[in-house]
Structure formats: structure tokens, C-alpha cells
């Protein structure tokens, strides 16, 4: 039985027998030689006994030992490790992250926390896997790259797919009615990876939510104002947030005679404009949607608009579609929205755009997105897209409620994978090394035997708060070790040589500079910490 | 196909049919009447062919029938959720984190992280899977807990167990020699969970490591001093930290005449040592354990001894101890870390207990193990036990490496399950309540229809940078506001009433006192920085 989680690692390999390099011997290595002679023999015997015409049983029955050997037999790429045989790689469509990514990525996300706590969300977190069922039918034909765990007995399990699924679970099952939280975490899908444009199949995402009954668009326009804040702390300029409402655009359709049926297809449709020209969409509508050329055409007039509160005047005013129930209320939805983005000091960044249409079955309300525009000076093609998108869906919660009760939500995304990876091409071009570690100082020793003085050191170091390494080497070479400070960007190096420590005195090393300044050993906390002081007034600004 | 990350959380039910309304009807509960009365059916119709005495062919065709009914029957303590059956709850041995238990964890591992950052430590990631064969041969009988994902095609993949194994991998993998990493994530063990004694099936772990080829002890003595300010920084005190030497045990247990095949089984006997009195622990070696009473008898003088340097100095003098290789190499390396803690001021924690004796077979040098002690003040037996525990296993990464190439690594794992739960434990008998926000301001209104005003001023202070929050009703009763406000622990509100616009001015309310003071909106920022300010100054103290 395992004894909590405490110390369980250093007792995991107790049961392997010792001694441990009796393990490691290279036999697997040769085994593998035997079994590529022995293939080879086998695939000899094949061929002969083929062109032989021996019986059909007794030519599958050796290809059948060929297939075992060869099943035993690890591929090209593998490596022998130590007593096994396999490839040292991660799963497929997975990654590990090195230390500057690790740095790069945590960074990233203290930002867009920062935002969401000034807003005064709380966090949660749920399991990484969930009852299969609770899953089941939430994804449609995207169900199967859930990805399942074995059955070893118990219940049936599967890895999460997203966060939205396990959120709305949580509120259903502890009967919660008014929660603003964020939730970062991984998921799974079992998709094709494709490296190149960033799609894993372990990848965090980033959500914001707000649950409960509340007066029409205060919650909404302040998830746009967290998107707003979000890219503008992060420097992801210049971009726009595009707004739409799932009614307005029911209505629409519903008066460019669009039948009940096809309002989803007509949709997708619509929302491909953002690639497509309107000639190519207009086509798709009347020729795979079976739409008139007068319906797509009445369309096309509107769904091509875009603009801010002129357009909700604009629309309020045409006479068709103000007779329309659902464009009315979406109508007089946005007139609010538009109106608190104001007041929240969004608009600038805003765009009413009625071609935006995402999700459409999903959401029951405001839809939106946020999109990165191509920066004249960065030519990199990775900095344009879409970096975030959300809505309100206030039919979710009661999926999982026993009596079908209703928590209205509304919502972000944040698109962290695809916001690290624009943050680690400006990082690379910048050439600026990403700084791992935040040491303030280096205690280095100028000559041999000090160590215990540079120990002694790090230690009064330490125990003022300081953030403080030295070599784990008795007797390092002094350029060995300032060399480590210049390449970790430590600011500080505190040197120990036998004159200094008789007369009561460290020399201080602004790497940086190479300047160098002997500091009264009583004077030396102080002295350190303005010091430092002062590097963070001026790295902050 | 997927589109990134991005807003996909936002069509995933873009699949389903709409109207929503219409999936969610009672169908399913109609058709669990149904089925229930078709299972009665087709028991009625067994029992009577059974009486009939028909052929066993029918009767099992019928049973088969009948289990297909029942398997399409959710358990008595099932619910019916929308338009789905299933029980609301998180797999076996997991569970949620709420707000507030998220705001303690998030707490203790900042205060955990600031001390391996003081240390200078980066932080990597790996999947939460890996190929199975990663895994493979790591954990003896315990191999039978890992958890495996169902074969969808592709690699056979296995839930992390540990974050060590991987640890190794990335190492082997990036052929990394030199590495100071904490790496806190969740693993996963098929273990019985038993929520009384805090074993779940999803944990987190939280390691440090330090991998590299140094000089002797000076990595192990940091990993202690570690320890030592991670327990002291959380407040858990009274602690100690246990040191022993895995070659002194070897060459004691030599020296006693114990047959090199025993060494291991011995070694568990005496780990027992810390909950079983000496008497039962030697009854198990001589009866279980085949040792002769001599040996075990001169086995009981040296486990049973613990001290500081004196124990060293003592074992050095004993004429039999000091003529054993093992024996005499463990002394010399305990008497260099004893004097490391001494200059990293660790030593009023530390005992060299010859006792210790846990995962012998994995280390290759020094073990620890931090253990709280009981509290005379506190009552709880919660907060007694192993909290941390290391040592140095310099073969391991040599497993993964195809020339078995060893990286020599020291590290210690913290029991973060445990010291949340002690935390947990403290937080609730101390009856002060966790917050779970940060929000420093709540703007009120006093009066109906001024929500707008309130929205300007929630967005001035948030562009200041100030957590503000406000309510999502337009027109909330100001008692209920400030109830909010003391629900929330939220320090500061700020009251808007017509005539305070008027006349340029805001109501601060201190939440605690309930004292209220007038502000010119001009001064408004400053003011409230500055209480803030005091606030923190207080409160940090």
C-alpha cells in the first residue's frame, strides 16, 4: 500500500534488486543483433519455402514467427536504454518544456491572471479525467478524439477535453448559481498534430466565466474588457474585438427567407467571410446550401456590414428587419453593450461586425472574438489571428442538471497556446535571452579553500531573503564563475578572496558594467538590496 | 478538424441540433419506465421457462436479453441530467477544488516556490503521459497502480506515476548533466483511495532535484536547508529533519554479520522502528527475517542510536565500525554534511538517526526525512508525521541512457498533500475565514439608476490598476452590496449616491470598522492607494 505521497518516490525503486549495475548490462544490445540475424534467417526460409510452393498453413505459420521476431524487435529510431529497449520521446502530439519555456510561459500567465484577479475572479480545478458519460454527447462527431483510459476495472474514464465540460459539471453537481472563476489547465484531444502551426494534443487552455442571473450585458462587457486588458498587457497590438449577437443574426436569416433548417448550414457559411471573398460564400450558400440567389443576395448586403453604434441605427431603422422579433432583441441587446463598452473604455478597440458567426448553436447571445492584425513592422505571419473568443451560453449548465435548471454563462477563452507562441517568436527575434532563474547574487571565491566562507555567506544571504546561489564545486575558477553569472543574467556577483575576508570586506560585481567596488562586509545587506532596488525600478519602467 | 486552441471551446456544441430546448426533454425518463417494466418482463419470462425446465440455449439467450436491458439502466442512485443518465460526480479517488481550497493551495506553494526560486531553481514540464515502457520496470509490484489509457491506435500510454521517472527521461532524453529544477504537478495512482487518511488517486507532487557532478555534499546540504526553510516559512513547527547515510547502514549491517541477501529485508524491519518499540522490531528480523539473535542484538545497539557530531565521533572511535569500507565512507560523509548544516544553520533541526532507514535500495548516499512533531498547544494528530523526504540516487538516469551514462542527482520531495491538509486543518479551527479573491474595492450605489456611474468608476480604478469589483444587477440594495463587501472580506467600498456626484465627492467606507469618510473624487486614486498601502504594511507584519 503506498504511504500517502509523502517520500513515495524515494522508495520506488526499493523493490528493483541491487545491486543496480548488475541491471544495466548491454545484453539487450546483443539480443537485438540475434534477433536481426534471426529475422533475416527467418525472412530467408520464407522466401524459399514461397518459391518452393509450400502449403499456405505452413507459410503463414513461419510468417507468423516472423512477425513475432520483428514485433520484438525495436524500431530504427530506438535506442537501448539501460536494461530496456525504447525510444526516449514523448507522446506523440506532446512536448516537454525546458526551463525557458517553463519561464516564458509562467510569465505569460501571471499577466492574464493579474487580469482576472483585479476583476475579482476565484479559480477552481477538476480532475484531469472525467466519468466517460459525463463527456458523452457534448462534442459531436469531435467525440472521438476524446481520448479513454483502460478499463482496469471501476469506473469507464476519459481525459478531459476541455474545460467548459468539467466547469459546467462543477456547477451542476455542487449546485452553485453565482461563480466568477478561471480556470487554466490542460486538456487532450486525439488530433492529427501539426507542429508547425501549433496543434498538440496536451495543450493548456485559458477560461474565463461568469455564472449567474444577472441585468442584460453588465457581465457580458466585462468580459470584453478583460480580453481588452489581457492583449494590451501583453503588447499583442494592434487588434480588434469583434461583436455579434446570435439573435440579431437569427433574425437575419429568418427575413432573408433562410428555412428554419438551414439556418445553421448558412452560418458556417457566413463565417467563413473572414477568409473567403463574398462571391465564394455567396456560391457555397446557393449551391451546398440550396439557398435562392434572392435569399443569399439579401444576405450578403447585411452579413457584409460592419461598424459600431452607427450600424445598430442603421439596422434599427430598416423596416424589414425591425419587424423581426429576434433581430429586434438582438438589436436592442448590442444598443446596451455597445453603449457599457463605452463606459469600460473598449470601443476603440470594438467592431460590430455581422459576419462574425462562430459557435452559433452553442451560444445564446452575445458573440465575440478577438482577432490580431498584421503589424506593418513585424512581418512574422505568426502574429495575426484569432487570439480569443467567447460568448454567452445559458442553456449548458441545466444539461446537467437533474431538472433541467438553467445557470445563464457567459464567457472567454483566452488562446494561451497560440499568445506563448507569438510570445516566444518576438522572444527570439529579439535576441534577449530569456532569463530562467531569478538569482540576485552569485557568491563567487577568488582563491581555493573558501569554500566554507562562500557557504557561510550564501547562508546569511539566504536568510535575509536574498536569492542567492554559488558553485557546488570546492574550488571553482573565478572566471568559471563569473562566466555563469554573465550567461544567467544574474546582476550581481559578491566576490571572497583571503585580503578581503581578513579586512572585512566583499567585493561587489555589477555584471553587467564589470564594474567592481569593495562594500564594508556590515554594510553588505543594505548595500545589496538598494542595489537591487534600484535594477527593479529601472527594469519596470 | 480542430482549429488550434482558440475559441474551440466556443463550437464544440456547435454539432448538436438546435433548438437546445427540445433535446432536453424528459424522454429518457419515460424510457427508464419503460425499460424497468421490460426487465420485469423478461425476468417473469426466465423464471417461467426456468420452471418449465427448458433448454439451457433458451434460458441464456433470454438471461443475455436481460442483461442488455439492465445494462441500459442507470444505478438507484443515478440522475436523470438533461438528456442524459449518469451520476454527477468526480471519478473514484478524485475530487474538485473549490475557491477557497484553491486559494490555501495556491498560498503554500507560492511560499514553496519562493524558496526553491531563492535557491535558484527553474521549473520544466512533462505530458501527463508517457510511453508505457517509460514506466516500465520503475516500480516493482507498485506497477500494478499505473494507470493506462485505452488503445485507440497509435503508442500505449500510461499516466505518469511519479514526476522523478520522467524527471530521468527528460535528462536521458536531453542529455542533460546539469540541472537544478522543481517541477509540482499532479500524479496518478490506482491505489484504494481512502480520503480519511488523504490518499487520493490524483495528487500532486512537488520535487526538487539538483543533477550534476559536484563535490561531495555540498547539493545534499542545500536540498536539507530546503527543507528546513520551506517547514519554517509554512510555520510547521516543531519539526526535525532526520539525516542517515545509506553506505553507513550497509556497513553496519555488515559488520553485524548480516548475509548480503538479508541486507534489504533487514533494512524495512528497521524502518519500523519509528511506530514499533525495539522488542518487536527484533522478533521480526530473527523469526521473519532469519537473522541470528546476535546479529540482530548487535544491530539493536547502533539503529537505536541517534545524536549530532558526537554520534559520529562516537561510531569513528568503534574499533569494528571503522575497519568497514562502507561503514567508514558513510561517517566521513556524514561528519562533511553535519558540518555543511552547520554553516547553513540547520543544525538545531537535525538528527543523525541511525533508525532511518526507508528506500534503501534507490539511494547511493545520504537520506532524510523531515518529521513534525507533536505540538503541546495543538491537539490535532493531523499535523504529526513525514512532511519531506530525499536523498542522493546517483544510477537512476543512467536507466534511461543508452550508454548508461549516470547523471549523480540529490533531491527531496515535499509532501504538499499533506501539508495542505494540515493548513486546511489549522484554517478551520482558526475560524478566520480563506479568501479566495484579492479584491481590494467594491463600488456601491445608493440609490436606483446610477449603475452607470458606477461602471465609469469601476473602470477608472481598474485603468489605475486597483481590484475592483461591483454587482452585475443594475439596481442592488446597498445593504446587500455591503454585505457582499463583509461576505467577501473585501477592505474598502466606495458609495455612490446622487448627491455625492453632485458635489464631486465619494463615500469610503472601511468594511471592518464600518466607519465611513467623504473623499473628493479629485483625491480619490491617492487616497486609496495609500490605505491600501497601510493596509499591506499591517497585514504583512
Redesign the interface.
Same mark, same amino acid.
Given at each position: 500500500?503506498?504511504n $500517502?505521497?509523502?517520500?513515495?518516490?524515494?522508495?520506488?525503486?526499493? !523493490?528493483?534488486s541491487?545491486p543496480? &549495475?548488475s541491471v544495466?548490462n548491454f545484453s539487450t544490445m546483443l539480443s537485438k543483433q540475434v534477433l536481426e540475424e534471426k529475422i533475416k534467417e527467418q525472412g530467408d526460409l520464407i522466401r524459399k519455402l514461397k518459391s518452393a510452393k509450400e502449403s499456405k498453413e505452413k507459410i503463414t505459420e513461419e510468417v507468423t514467427k516472423l512477425l513475432e521476431l520483428k514485433s520484438q524487435l525495436v524500431g530504427e529510431d530506438d535506442?537501448?536504454?539501460?536494461?530496456?529497449?525504447?525510444?526516449?520521446?514523448?507522446?506523440?502530439g506532446?512536448?516537454?518544456?525546458?526551463?525557458d519555456q517553463?519561464?516564458l510561459r $509562467?510569465n505569460v500567465v501571471d499577466k492574464i491572471v493579474s487580469v482576472f !484577479?483585479?476583476?475579482?475572479?476565484? &479559480?477552481?480545478?477538476?480532475?484531469?479525467?472525467?466519468?466517460k458519460?459525463?463527456l458523452?454527447?457534448?462534442?459531436?462527431?469531435?467525440s472521438k478524439?476524446i481520448?479513454?483510459?483502460?478499463?482496469?476495472g471501476?469506473?469507464i474514464?476519459s481525459?478531459r477535453?476541455?474545460?467548459?465540460?468539467p466547469f459546467a459539471?462543477?456547477l451542476?453537481?455542487?449546485k452553485i448559481t453565482n461563480?466568477k472563476?478561471y480556470h487554466i489547465a490542460?486538456v487532450?484531444?486525439?488530433?492529427?498534430p501539426s507542429i508547425t502551426?501549433?496543434?498538440y494534443r496536451?495543450?493548456?487552455?485559458c477560461?474565463f466565466d461568469?455564472a449567474?442571473a444577472?441585468?442584460p450585458m453588465?457581465?457580458d462587457?466585462e468580459c470584453v474588457?478583460i480580453v481588452y486588458?489581457i492583449l494590451s498587457t501583453l503588447n499583442m497590438t494592434p487588434f480588434v474585438i469583434k461583436l455579434n449577437h446570435r439573435k440579431l443574426l437569427d433574425g437575419i436569416l429568418e427575413v432573408c427567407g433562410v428555412p428554419l433548417d438551414s439556418i445553421?448550414a448558412t452560418c458556417?457559411a457566413i463565417d467563413k467571410l473572414d477568409k473567403s471573398p463574398w462571391e465564394e460564400v455567396r456560391k457555397e450558400m446557393i449551391e451546398e446550401k440550396n439557398l435562392s440567389s434572392e435569399s443569399a443576395d439579401k444576405i450578403g448586403e447585411y452579413v457584409r456590414l460592419n461598424g459600431k453604434m452607427d450600424l445598430v441605427d442603421k439596422l434599427m431603422a430598416d423596416e424589414v428587419l425591425n419587424k423581426n422579433k429576434n433581430a429586434l432583441e438582438g438589436l436592442e441587446a448590442m444598443q446596451v453593450l455597445l453603449k457599457?463598452c463605452e463606459?469600460?473604455?473598449t470601443s476603440d478597440k470594438i467592431i460590430f461586425d455581422l459576419s462574425l458567426a462562430?459557435?452559433?448553436?452553442?451560444?445564446?447571445g452575445v458573440?465575440y472574438?478577438a482577432v490580431l492584425q498584421k503589424d506593418e513592422l513585424a512581418k512574422d505571419e505568426i502574429s495575426v489571428?484569432?487570439?480569443?473568443?467567447?460568448?454567452r451560453?445559458d442553456?449548458?449548465v441545466?444539461?446537467?442538471?437533474?431538472k433541467?435548471k438553467q445557470v445563464p454563462c457567459v464567457g472567454v477563452?483566452i488562446?494561451?497556446?497560440?499568445l506563448f507562441a507569438i510570445m516566444e517568436a518576438k522572444q527570439a527575434s529579439s535576441n534577449i535571452k530569456q532569463r530562467?532563474?531569478?538569482?540576485e547574487i552569485y557568491v563567487a571565491t577568488a582563491q581555493k579553500n573558501l569554500?566554507?566562507e562562500r557557504?557561510?555567506l550564501c547562508?546569511e544571504l539566504?536568510?535575509y531573503?536574498?536569492?542567492?546561489?554559488h558553485s557546488?564545486?570546492?574550488n571553482p575558477k573565478l572566471l568559471a564563475q563569473l562566466q555563469h553569472c554573465e550567461d544567467n543574467g544574474i546582476p550581481f556577483a559578491l566576490i571572497l578572496g583571503e585580503s578581503e575576508i581578513k579586512n572585512g570586506i566583499v567585493k561587489l560585481r555589477d555584471v553587467t558594467s564589470r564594474q567592481e567596488l569593495e562594500i564594508k562586509r556590515t554594510n553588505l545587506v543594505e548595500e545589496i538590496r538598494n542595489r537591487l532596488q534600484n535594477i527593479q525600478l529601472n527594469g519596470s519602467k
Amino acid at each position: 500500500m503506498m504511504n $500517502l505521497t509523502v517520500c513515495s518516490r524515494w522508495h520506488m525503486f526499493a !523493490k528493483l534488486s541491487r545491486p543496480f &549495475t548488475s541491471v544495466y548490462n548491454f545484453s539487450t544490445m546483443l539480443s537485438k543483433q540475434v534477433l536481426e540475424e534471426k529475422i533475416k534467417e527467418q525472412g530467408d526460409l520464407i522466401r524459399k519455402l514461397k518459391s518452393a510452393k509450400e502449403s499456405k498453413e505452413k507459410i503463414t505459420e513461419e510468417v507468423t514467427k516472423l512477425l513475432e521476431l520483428k514485433s520484438q524487435l525495436v524500431g530504427e529510431d530506438d535506442e537501448i536504454c539501460g536494461n530496456q529497449k525504447f525510444t526516449l520521446k514523448t507522446p506523440k502530439g506532446t512536448r516537454d518544456f525546458a526551463p525557458d519555456q517553463m519561464a516564458l510561459r $509562467l510569465n505569460v500567465v501571471d499577466k492574464i491572471v493579474s487580469v482576472f !484577479k483585479k476583476h475579482g475572479a476565484v &479559480t477552481i480545478d477538476t480532475p484531469v479525467f472525467e466519468l466517460k458519460e459525463v463527456l458523452t454527447g457534448k462534442y459531436g462527431e469531435d467525440s472521438k478524439l476524446i481520448y479513454d483510459l483502460k478499463d482496469q476495472g471501476g469506473e469507464i474514464l476519459s481525459l478531459r477535453y476541455d474545460l467548459t465540460v468539467p466547469f459546467a459539471r462543477y456547477l451542476a453537481m455542487n449546485k452553485i448559481t453565482n461563480i466568477k472563476r478561471y480556470h487554466i489547465a490542460k486538456v487532450y484531444r486525439r488530433d492529427n498534430p501539426s507542429i508547425t502551426k501549433g496543434r498538440y494534443r496536451e495543450f493548456y487552455q485559458c477560461d474565463f466565466d461568469i455564472a449567474g442571473a444577472y441585468d442584460p450585458m453588465i457581465p457580458d462587457a466585462e468580459c470584453v474588457k478583460i480580453v481588452y486588458e489581457i492583449l494590451s498587457t501583453l503588447n499583442m497590438t494592434p487588434f480588434v474585438i469583434k461583436l455579434n449577437h446570435r439573435k440579431l443574426l437569427d433574425g437575419i436569416l429568418e427575413v432573408c427567407g433562410v428555412p428554419l433548417d438551414s439556418i445553421r448550414a448558412t452560418c458556417s457559411a457566413i463565417d467563413k467571410l473572414d477568409k473567403s471573398p463574398w462571391e465564394e460564400v455567396r456560391k457555397e450558400m446557393i449551391e451546398e446550401k440550396n439557398l435562392s440567389s434572392e435569399s443569399a443576395d439579401k444576405i450578403g448586403e447585411y452579413v457584409r456590414l460592419n461598424g459600431k453604434m452607427d450600424l445598430v441605427d442603421k439596422l434599427m431603422a430598416d423596416e424589414v428587419l425591425n419587424k423581426n422579433k429576434n433581430a429586434l432583441e438582438g438589436l436592442e441587446a448590442m444598443q446596451v453593450l455597445l453603449k457599457y463598452c463605452e463606459l469600460y473604455d473598449t470601443s476603440d478597440k470594438i467592431i460590430f461586425d455581422l459576419s462574425l458567426a462562430r459557435g452559433l448553436d452553442y451560444y445564446t447571445g452575445v458573440i465575440y472574438e478577438a482577432v490580431l492584425q498584421k503589424d506593418e513592422l513585424a512581418k512574422d505571419e505568426i502574429s495575426v489571428g484569432s487570439v480569443a473568443g467567447g460568448g454567452r451560453y445559458d442553456s449548458l449548465v441545466g444539461m446537467f442538471d437533474p431538472k433541467n435548471k438553467q445557470v445563464p454563462c457567459v464567457g472567454v477563452s483566452i488562446g494561451v497556446e497560440r499568445l506563448f507562441a507569438i510570445m516566444e517568436a518576438k522572444q527570439a527575434s529579439s535576441n534577449i535571452k530569456q532569463r530562467t532563474t531569478e538569482i540576485e547574487i552569485y557568491v563567487a571565491t577568488a582563491q581555493k579553500n573558501l569554500f566554507e566562507e562562500r557557504m557561510k555567506l550564501c547562508n546569511e544571504l539566504w536568510n535575509y531573503g536574498f536569492k542567492v546561489e554559488h558553485s557546488y564545486k570546492k574550488n571553482p575558477k573565478l572566471l568559471a564563475q563569473l562566466q555563469h553569472c554573465e550567461d544567467n543574467g544574474i546582476p550581481f556577483a559578491l566576490i571572497l578572496g583571503e585580503s578581503e575576508i581578513k579586512n572585512g570586506i566583499v567585493k561587489l560585481r555589477d555584471v553587467t558594467s564589470r564594474q567592481e567596488l569593495e562594500i564594508k562586509r556590515t554594510n553588505l545587506v543594505e548595500e545589496i538590496r538598494n542595489r537591487l532596488q534600484n535594477i527593479q525600478l529601472n527594469g519596470s519602467k
